[in-house]
């Protein structure tokens, strides 16, 4: 057979495979025909003494394709060639570049020895798409890194770079000529007829108790808890029976809800990426960056351009500020140092790149300058102002205002098409999520700016219109508020958020209030005019949240709640102040009390445009909010709730509480009549996507 996809040539006694198939190599069914035969040609080849695999393009392999997980797989399966690889007589050394991930990662696994390009990753993140690895990582990696590094590199779905793969034993050896090292290697090999052994599984002592630590922050994940009995398999099956039960196992994963719904999210995060059909721009480069205001939020985002090595000015025009701005972000570096995460080097290398200021005139070489002042309309107005006549045309004017209307900021400019929302959240160098906020006039080539700009730093964006509370904390808002009507109603703290921690998120509503401090929600209250009575009461009771030791709960270390009978007090006032009947509610009826409304407001944003689909809504809630991953996103999950389900409970909330806004949203009325889903609305290309 004459493939293209994979293609042996020869280097002397070294047949050399390499895989050609665009965008990542991924295994699909073709690529693995081609395989299966290039392996079987080396093998009964009696000139052929080594093999050598390599790839074409950005990767050695990023592992199955995502695409026919939909179906059952045909063809040679990935862990019966891999198999063949581990037991053929010849040596086979894998050549690593780029990105070489889950299945991709296994296949070198199976090599008797593995060179890697110093831009080389590795990694096992099949648990983001609900799976495990199901071509032999399960047991051949624990063998030979030890069960214990194996499970914690697995389950966090980290990448390791060439050098952490070196010195954890991964692989042998890193070299910039990856490809004729590898093939020196496999001569070698060849010669002496034995590969470099493993380390070893390590205690099993060891391994039960890191998997126990592991899987009580699983939550409702399926993945972790099959994991762990994979690995543990390693500890007393040989090859052969481990590989028969870890496929098992992950075909299993592969055909149930949780692995459809991270699968979706993958190809969501994508797709949230993009700029919506009809806009078209041009990302203009980015060289060095302003932040306005050494706050949290400030020193936040400047330590996100230190990460990843762009040049920042922080600019405040309190000398003090910007001293304890420095020294925040002095601290966290210090604490990452203290968890091993960058090195005591890295560290003043970061601080390096952020140059402090008091002066705005600072900011006049930066491409792209964000805001981070008090959510003040006037004061960022007059900011906008002066950055428009201080900076360049090309530079992009940036704020990162989480409420406040963009379009305002904007026309205090003469370059509106240039101004957009940058909408980090808190802490922003953690946070995943970044919202790209795009006002009337903002044109394409500041979203492909701003686009461009979050990949650079390693955040997952997505473009969302311009409207009070944008998409995520829009939605947020509804739940606020009927987390605080239950609690009128009868229900209390720790019921509501007992069901959301249920559900698999972090954090209740009122433990997250508690958090963020009462005090800063009022204010949000106040700016948009509405009131809530159980809030603003025990704010005028000076309970702030944790920081006053009290708010919705008692705190006696600072950061366990204690459910506090004063607060029963509080809210049973309350209730007899506003005439409201109290009565029990059930956790599957607080559920639906505070994500089903989210669902209504996600429809009106899709109905207004604010989102252009309903998978960015998706992404937005898993990465900036906690939303389960493996529930696929609060849109996905209504999905699979059921919209008439979701329509019908609704009317009945209305109802009861005489609350228009929990009216079903025409969009949502309409699909549930027309028995469609949100999928549906954006597959026939309703809504963007
Ligand atoms: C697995 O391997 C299971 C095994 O254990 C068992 C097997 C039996 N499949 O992200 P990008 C597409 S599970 C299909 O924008 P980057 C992607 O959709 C798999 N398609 O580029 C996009 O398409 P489009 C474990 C894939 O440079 C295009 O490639 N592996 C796959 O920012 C470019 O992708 C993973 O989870 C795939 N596996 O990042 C790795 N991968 O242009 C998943 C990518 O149409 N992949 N595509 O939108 C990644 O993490 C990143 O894509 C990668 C490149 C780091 C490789």
């Not at 057979?1 to 295994?27: F, K, Q, W, Y």
């Not at 600019?315 to 604490?335: C, F, H, M, Q, V």
Request: one cysteine or more.
């Amino acid at each position: 057979m004459n493939s293209t996809t994979v293609t042996l040539t020869r280097d002397g006694e070294v047949a050399v495979l390499v895989i050609d198939n665009p965008p990542v190599n991924a295994l699909s069914e073709h690529m693995r025909v081609a395989l299966k035969d290039c392996l079987d040609r080396a093998d009964s080849d009696d000139t052929i003494r080594a093999v050598v695999l390599a790839g074409e393009g950005r990767t050695l392999c990023a592992g199955a394709d995502i695409r026919q997980f939909g179906a059952p797989p045909k063809g040679p399966l990935s862990p019966d060639i891999f198999m063949q690889i581990a037991a053929m007589k010849k040596p086979v050394v894998a050549a690593i570049h780029g990105p070489t991930l889950g299945g991709g990662f296994e296949m070198t696994l199976a090599c008797h020895a593995r060179v890697a390009s110093p831009d080389a990753e590795m990694g096992l993140p099949e648990l983001k798409l609900g799976l495990i690895p199901g071509a032999g990582g399960t047991y051949r990696l624990p063998r030979l890194i030890g069960a214990v590094p194996a499970l914690d590199l697995i389950a966090s779905s980290q990448r390791l770079s060439a050098a952490e793969a070196l010195e954890l034993g991964v692989i042998d050896a890193v070299a910039e000529d990856v490809r004729a090292k590898a093939v020196d290697l496999a001569r070698e090999l060849a010669d002496r007829e034995q590969a470099r052994s493993g380390a070893g599984l390590g205690a099993w002592a060891d391994f039960d108790a890191a998997a126990k630590k592991r899987l009580r922050r699983a939550r409702g994940a399926q993945a972790p808890r099959v994991l762990v009995k994979a690995i543990g398999n390693a500890f007393d099956m040989e090859d052969t029976e481990a590989q028969r039960a870890e496929q098992a196992m992950f075909q299993e994963l592969r055909t149930g809800p949780q692995s459809a719904a991270m699968r979706h999210l993958f190809f969501a995060e994508r797709a949230a990426g993009r700029l919506a059909d009809g806009l078209a721009g041009t990302a203009r480069p980015l060289r060095r960056a302003a932040v306005i205001g050494a706050g949290t939020m400030g020193g936040g985002i400047a330590m996100c351009f230190a990460d990843a090595g762009l040049p920042v000015t922080l600019i405040d025009a309190s000398a003090d500020g910007l001293e304890a701005g420095l020294a925040r972000i002095r601290k966290n570096y210090e604490i990452s140092v203290s968890r091993g995460r960058i090195d005591a080097a890295e560290l003043e290398q970061r601080m390096a790149l952020i140059t402090p200021a008091t002066a705005l005139s600072a900011a006049s070489g930066a491409d792209i300058a964000i805001e981070a002042v008090f959510e003040d309309m006037a004061l960022k107005r007059k900011l906008f102002a002066e950055l428009d006549q201080l900076l360049p045309h090309h530079t992009v004017l940036a704020t990162n205002t989480s409420s406040l209307d963009i379009d305002e900021m904007a026309a205090a400019t003469k370059r509106p098409s240039q101004v957009v929302g940058l909408h980090f959240f808190s802490p922003a160098n953690v946070m995943k999520l970044l919202e790209i906020v795009r006002g009337a006039e903002t044109d394409g080539d500041t979203l492909a700016t701003a686009l461009m700009l979050s990949k650079c730093l390693g955040k997952q964006p997505a473009i969302v219109g311009n409207c009070p509370g944008f998409v995520g904390n829009r939605i947020l808002r509804q739940r606020h508020h009927q987390a605080e009507l239950l609690l009128e109603q009868g229900a209390s703290p720790q019921d509501v958020d007992r069901a959301v921690t249920d559900f698999g998120m972090a954090m209740g509503p009122f433990q997250m209030n508690d958090l963020a401090g009462l005090d800063v929600s009022a204010l949000v209250r106040k700016s948009q005019g509405y009131q809530l009575p159980v809030a603003d009461a025990l704010c005028a009771m000076g309970r702030l949240g944790q920081k006053t030791g009290k708010g919705y709960y008692r705190y006696e270390d600072g950061r366990t709640p204690i459910p506090d009978p004063a607060v029963d007090a509080v809210i049973a006032n309350v209730a007899e102040r506003l005439g409201v009947r109290q009565r029990s509610f059930s956790q599957d009826e607080i559920r639906e009390r505070l994500f089903y409304p989210m669902v209504n407001e996600g429809a009106r944003i899709l109905e207004e445009g604010i989102a252009g689909r309903s998978s960015d809504i998706d992404v937005i809630y898993v990465h900036g909010y906690g939303f389960p991953a493996w529930r696929g996103g609060l849109m996905y999950w209504a999905d699979a709730e059921g919209l008439g389900r979701i329509v019908a409970a609704l009317k009945g909330f209305a109802d009861e509480t005489g609350e228009s806004r929990l009216e079903p949203a025409p969009l949502l009325r309409r699909l549930a009549e027309a028995g469609e889903s949100f999928a549906d609305l954006q597959s026939n290309g309703k809504t963007e996507g």
